[in-house]
């Protein structure tokens, strides 16, 4: 390390520098101009966390609702005070011991470097020593509303005078609070989730420890009994539904035998049941027989829900007496682990890996950042286009389930699904798909996240058939067949892409066989079938073959 490396924290940003370096660091226009800061107190003791604001989350589906609801607001009317305060490093920094001066030291040489190579190797060993700091930071940072620590998990911002003033204002404008009653959640609320065992920690193998606690192995089974429970709950429903159907059907039938016409001859007798009475006391006969029937599958049901109950009710009451929403910090650094693995992921190998948001990297508007609103506004399209996205069926029983979704403060170009399901509960879990909050094009890395699902869920499905059977078995042959190159789930995710953005609007963009497969397992919806059936003869094909299949029933 060269002299000027190792020079104090105190005198860190100190000397003559680049212009545009002196303005990266410089205080933000908006406030007064003060001194540098003195950083000597930066590295003492943390604070105790008070967990006592975190709120509970029920992580269960509800699985009445059908679609999403378009937010009324997508941003605050005025920006927060949120980078404000000329000591807002100083208290991210603060408490952090060995790490936050060691983040500082190489942020400030990486700042003040003019040759290139050292600029280098100082952005190279910023990112582990980031990721360090934030990983510690994040037990104090979760449920404690918007400070210094938690505008650094969630945005990012380390420094706010690295990124300008209109961008400070822009992310202050994002709304804080989740008033959509969706599952998207920014990094720090979804460690405090995590950490309070509403959810359960996500599996990988990078941050696996040797051994699971008691905690851990309590919410595997609750997480499993809720499964079960959630899945008895929808068994019951639909049973219900055709119990309900069979009786309007048994009220119609009644109707029809309860219409007598009067015989005018014989001084306004009616006469016998007709054939088409006569034919609905048959009909009536079969649904009173189908009816006690599911009504008595139904006592059983009802008997096996009641089991289940008993069972999550122990099970939450363990959970309780074991301190199930005291924050278990070790918990939250190794799902932040996980979340690091995410936003490599998100990246990629050749994207920027730099984890501190800069405004040379950071471009557009509110309207191009990830945020939960941008968010369920795009999620909303692609759901239009492709109906079945957020469909499972379990034990023929086909339920809405939307995944959790975590925005990943990162300038990756791509969303990934982490899990469709989680393993202990493949009937009503939601998964975890990851989004970077600045990509170069949120609609696509949405997308590519949603692709990535549908892939993973339809291999899931076939199991060890999935090169031979269904979506993915079909793709596999085109792919094999065809000889491309590459990954074949990563072709699949950019033809997916395609499908959505392209081929939805009528503008061929796939192959042949890639836009026969894709009609026929991700469908649009039949208002889009019948506009791109007048789009071009391609269409029209497909639209044909799709009326043949309805009249063989073989669709």
């Known amino acids: 390390m060269s002299n000027d490396s190792k020079q104090s924290r105190g005198e860190m940003f100190a000397g003559d520098i ?5 303005e990266l660091i410089g205080v933000p226009d908006d406030t007064p101009e003060t001194d540098a800061p003195d950083f000597s107190d930066l590295f003492g003791e943390p604070d105790a966390t008070d967990v006592s604001d975190l709120l509970p989350a029920d992580d269960a589906p509800d699985f009445s609702v059908r679609s999403f609801v378009i937010p009324e607001k997508f941003q605050e009317d005025e920006a927060k005070p949120y980078f404000g305060d000329k000591n807002y490093y100083k208290s991210v920094l603060t408490g952090e011991g060995d790490v936050s001066q060691r983040v500082h030291s190489i942020l400030g040489s990486f700042l003040n470097a003019q040759d290139p190579h050292d600029r280098s190797t100082y952005r190279a060993r ?3 020593a980031y990721w360090e700091l934030v990983s510690k930071m994040a037990p104090k940072a979760v449920g404690a509303g918007p400070t210094s620590k938690t505008l650094a998990l969630r945005f990012a911002v380390l420094l706010p005078t690295l990124i300008s003033a209109e961008q400070r204002a822009m992310l ?9 009653d969706e599952p998207i959640h920014y990094v720090d609320e979804w460690v405090s989730l995590i950490a309070q065992g509403r959810i359960n920690p996500s599996a990988v193998d990078e941050t696996k420890t040797s051994g ?14 809720r499964g079960r429970y959630e899945a008895q709950l929808s068994l019951i429903r639909t049973q219900q539904s055709e119990i309900t159907d069979q009786e309007a059907l048994l009220a119609q039938n009644l109707r029809e035998i309860s219409r007598h016409t009067p015989l005018e001859h014989y001084n306004g007798l009616w006469g016998p049941y007709t054939d088409a009475q006569k034919s609905a006391l048959s009909e009536m006969g079969n649904v009173i027989r ?9 006592g059983r049901q009802f008997h096996e829900l009641g089991v289940i109950q008993d069972q999550l009710e122990e099970l939450q009451r363990k959970e309780a007496e074991a301190g199930g929403n005291v924050m278990d910090s070790r918990v939250v650094v190794t799902e932040m682990n996980t979340v ?9 190998r050749q994207g920027n890996h730099f984890p501190v948001l800069m405004k040379q990297y950071f471009r557009g508007g509110l309207h191009e950042v990830c945020t939960r609103e941008n968010v369920i506004k795009t999620l909303a399209h692609a759901e239009y286009l492709d109906p079945g996205v ?7 029983q086909t339920n809405r389930i939307v995944p959790n979704i975590i925005l990943i403060p990162c300038y990756g170009e791509y969303g990934i699904c982490w899990e469709p399901f989680e393993r202990f509960n493949r009937a009503s879990s939601r998964g975890r798909i990851a989004l970077p909050m600045y990509p170069k094009d949120m609609t696509v890395a949405v997308i590519a996240a949603l692709g990535d699902l549908r892939w993973q869920v339809a291999k899931e499905k076939a199991q060890h058939y999935w090169m031979e059977e269904g979506l993915t078995g079909w793709y596999y042959q085109w792919f094999s067949d065809t000889r491309q190159k590459g990954d074949v789930k990563d072709a699949f995710i950019q033809d997916y892409i395609l499908w959505i953005t392209k081929e939805s609007e009528g503008t061929q963009k796939l192959a042949r066989e890639v836009r026969d497969i894709l009609w026929r397992y991700l469908p649009f ?20 073959k799709d009326q043949n299949r309805a009249m063989s029933d073989g669709y």
């Open 212 to 225: 699971r606690n008691s905690n851990q192995r309590l919410n595997a089974q609750l997480e499993k009994t």
């Open 126 to 128: 910023l990112v582990p």
């Open 525 to 544: 919806p039949q208002d889009v079938k019948d506009k791109l059936k007048n789009r071009g003869y391609v269409y029209s094909e497909l639209y044909k």
């Open 172 to 180: 202050s404008r994002v709304i804080f609070h989740n008033g959509t």
């Open 340 to 348: 690091r693995q995410m936003a490599k992921m998100c990246i990629g």
């Open 390 to 396: 957020f469909l499972r069926t379990f034990k023929m």
């Open 290 to 298: 189908r009816l006690l029937t599911v009504n008595k599958e139904l």
């Open 18 to 22: 680049d212009p545009e370096i002196a």
